[in-house]
């Protein structure tokens, strides 16, 4: 079975401009979860999604990032405009539904200059 | 607050030791615990998922144990090899919610 695919694998930009995002989960996840990790650090949940709804979303900073999953499937994750802080990198997981073993993207690296 | 910590935060050891790792968590009432690995420059791969009314689970050279009353989970990596070198993560998903509390990791590198 193919694995949670992201792209990019890595980006740089200045701080202030803005990035996107995307991830296309296993076929049949229902679940589709966006990390931050910082380094040296464990993940972090942004959002969880179940479909195309919002589960949680508490951890986001709303000020600058957003997030969609119009159609169920893929995912794509916005920041705008992006602070030095949000150097990190950005990993994609899916699951067959909340509360399963999650499977996990290569994540994006980014690198806020 | 509901934390996850992991000791140490780095470990090295002779290729063919035996090994634990430790991981805590604040908040006795969980639902299940999972073990992963990470790889420099890659995502996380699931190593073993322990129910909240297990003890144990067993894969290959990996053996993950819980004791939900003193709030701990252990990682015992059997016959060390060079190519177990990762970090390896704690994730807790606390009762009542539907996602998992990730520890800071173990940096463990396993020398020829």
């Known amino acids: 079975e193919a694995g949670v695919a992201q792209s990019p694998r890595y980006k740089i930009i200045e701080k202030r401009q803005s990035v996107a995002f995307w991830c296309n989960p296993i076929s049949g996840h229902a679940t589709l979860y966006w990390y931050q990790q910082i380094l040296g650090q464990g993940p972090k949940l942004l959002i969880q999604f179940q479909n195309n709804g919002v589960v949680d979303d508490s951890q986001l900073p709303k000020d600058r990032f957003s997030a969609e999953r119009l159609k169920g499937v893929d995912s794509t994750l916005k920041i705008q405009p992006a602070k030095l802080e949000d150097s990190a990198v950005y990993l994609c997981a899916s699951s067959l539904t909340g509360g399963q073993p999650q499977h996990f993207g290569d994540g994006t690296r980014l690198s806020i200059l | 607050k509901q934390e996850v910590t992991q000791i140490p935060a780095a470990l090295s050891v002779p290729e063919g030791e035996n090994l634990v790792l430790n991981c805590s968590f604040t908040?006795?009432?969980?639902?299940?615990l999972q073990w992963f690995r990470q790889d420099p420059g890659k995502g996380l791969t699931s190593l073993l998922l322990?129910?909240?009314?297990?003890r144990e689970q067993t894969s290959g050279r990996l053996n993950a144990s819980l004791d939900k009353s003193s709030g701990r989970s252990t990682l015992y990596i059997a016959a060390s090899q060079p190519g177990d070198s990762a970090t390896y993560l704690c994730?807790?998903?606390f009762g009542g919610g539907q996602n998992f509390v990730f520890g800071p990791g173990t940096r463990l590198s396993v020398l020829p």
């Open positions: 322990i129910q909240s009314s297990q």
């Open positions: 908040d006795s009432a969980i639902y299940n």
């Open positions: 994730a807790v998903r």
